[in-house]
Each structure stands twice: as C-alpha cells, then as structure tokens.
DNA sequence: ACCCGTGTTCGCTG
DNA sequence: TCAGCGAACACGGG
C-alpha cells in the first residue's frame, strides 16, 4: 500500500474515524514488539489507554496523531512501512489477519493497525512534540501540502550525481514519493529515470515537479470513494508503467516497458518514451 | 525451493 | 567529512 497517496488516504480515513472519540482500550500485540521499538508493547499500550484524540496530519508517509490525556498532549508517530493499513472494524469482530495493535474506542469501533511484513512503526512521543522526532524534522516539505517548487528542485538534483529516479525517493526532498510514483512520475514527465541529476534541462525538472504531484493526486483520486470503510487491495494494476514489464507503453503503443534494478529497487519504464 | 517486495536504517567505504 | 552503497530488518505471496 504505502506511498504518499495512500497514507493520505489512511490519514483522512483515521480522522473520520476518530474525530471527538477517546481510547477505551489498546492491545499490542507481544510477537510485533518491533513495530513498538524503541518501546515495548506494554509500554505503548499503557501510554495511550484513555485518550482522546486531537488533529491528525500527514507528512510524507508519516502520519502524526496528536492525542491528550488527563489534560496533557501526547502523540503517536504512526509508519505504514512496506505493508502496514489501519483497518476499521467493530467491537467483536474476528481480529484482521495480520493485526499488530488494536484501539478499542468510545463508540464502540476497534482500529487495527495490520501489518504483514513488520516494517511499520508505532511510537508515543511525548507532549507531541513531533518535530522533535529527528525522522520528522529531516523530512522535507511535503509535496502535497506544499506543492513543489520547481527551482528547489532543480537545485536539489543538480547537487547530486544519483539517478533522478533515486534521488526521488530522498524523503528529506519529496517526502511521500516512494518506489511506484517515482517510476510514474519520470514516465509522466518523459524523463528516463536513469539520467542522472545534473543532466536534467529545466523544463525538464518542471515537468518532474508537476508529474509528481499529478501523478500523487490522481492516486488519491482512484482511491477515494463515497464509502471507504477500509482500502482493499487486489484488482487490476492501476499504473502507467509500473509493474509492466513487457507490456506495451500506454502512451507511444509501441515499445514495451523495461525493467531495470536502481537502488536495489525496480525501476519501471519506456525506453522510447523516456529520454 | 526460490525469488520478489509500495520502506527505512545502519555500518562500511572511498 | 560524507554521499553513496549494500545489507539487514521480517514474513508472506507467487
């Protein structure tokens, strides 16, 4: 699941779901004590037991939950990782298969937050004082929220010799942009993402810029819907190029999509397209 | 059995 | 000194 448009989406789902509520009860589960690290999760779950719930923002795929409890401010730092989803179930209801911690509230519903491959992280940090979080304070402005200028990032990957498509993926310069969006977003823009950074003409870099945030509003868009209790998975490949290998391109139609390794990650796209 | 994986962090290296 | 690299983390799914 995880990259910018899909943690916005768990974002707006958790502030529906929370809003005015308190936290009757928390379970962690003991086998997922990584998940809590550097807490335990007795320690987690005793920290925020009975509070209720404040603001909710996004930054990158950081979600920041500001709680209060007996009258004082506390906060959860919550990470989707590689396979992490916060599910909406009510009181009784069989645990989500994967289930880590589970937050019984007020009104009788039960947030679980599931994770297959315990690469997700959930942390109190006190006073919510978030950005005090040095994982927080590196993240750079978030592209959604802020929008991206296109001279930062000019400057930015002129500074670097890194693929652009790698140098993406630096959360301390697009944080959200992940694995799938910055393949989409070089295909979006015409670049190949092996060029390197300093290579990229300006009007390229402003293609970039723009092809990011398209590419991260038309993800959200596909996922939003009139009733979202909770974001399935399965169905078809809703990417231009991702995952496609051998395909042919949607846009040219006429050569196939290739895949090649940057970064010990896949990196999708059409040789001819992309230049 | 074997390879793959929507993310981050840590230790090593040149 | 530090950007860049590769491994590690943990556990299915195909």
């Known amino acids: 699941m995880p990259e910018l448009p899909e943690v916005e989406i768990a974002a707006r789902n958790l502030r529906e779901w929370t809003a005015g509520r308190s936290i009757v009860r928390v379970e962690a589960s003991p086998t997922a004590k990584y998940v809590f690290r550097p807490s335990s999760p007795k320690a987690f779950a005793r920290a925020v037991a009975g509070a209720r719930f404040g603001e909710i923002r996004r930054i990158g795929k950081n979600l920041l939950?500001?709680?209060?409890?007996?009258?004082?401010?506390?906060?959860?730092?919550?990470?989707?990782?590689?396979?992490?989803?916060?599910?909406?179930?009510?009181?009784?209801?069989?645990?989500?298969?994967?289930?880590?911690?589970?937050?019984a509230l007020d009104d009788g519903a039960v947030l679980h937050f599931d994770d297959l491959r315990l690469f997700g992280r959930l942390r109190v940090v006190p006073g919510a004082r978030f950005d005090e979080v040095p994982e927080v304070a590196a993240l750079g402005p978030d592209p959604l929220d802020r929008g991206i200028d296109p001279a930062a990032l000019g400057d930015a990957l002129r500074r670097s010799k890194l693929p652009v498509k790698v140098r993406l993926m630096d959360q301390a310069l697009l944080p959200g942009v992940g694995n799938i969006y910055a393949s989409e977003a070089c295909f979006r823009a015409r670049v190949d993402p092996r060029r390197k950074g300093p290579s990229l003409a300006p009007r390229e870099v402003k293609a970039l810029a723009g092809a990011i945030v398209t590419a991260m509003k038309d993800g959200i868009a596909r996922q939003e819907g009139p009733e979202i209790t909770y974001v399935e998975e399965g169905g078809a490949n809703p990417f231009l190029v991702y995952g496609r290998e051998g395909e042919k391109c949607p846009r040219c139609r006429r050569a196939k999509i290739q895949r090649v390794v940057q970064a010990q990650r896949s990196t999708f796209f059409c040789p001819r397209c992309q230049r």
């Open 65 to 103: 939950v500001s709680l209060e409890r007996d009258g004082a401010p506390l906060g959860v730092l919550a990470h989707l990782g590689m396979t992490g989803k916060w599910l909406r179930r009510e009181a009784g209801d069989p645990p989500t298969r994967f289930s880590r911690a589970r937050f």
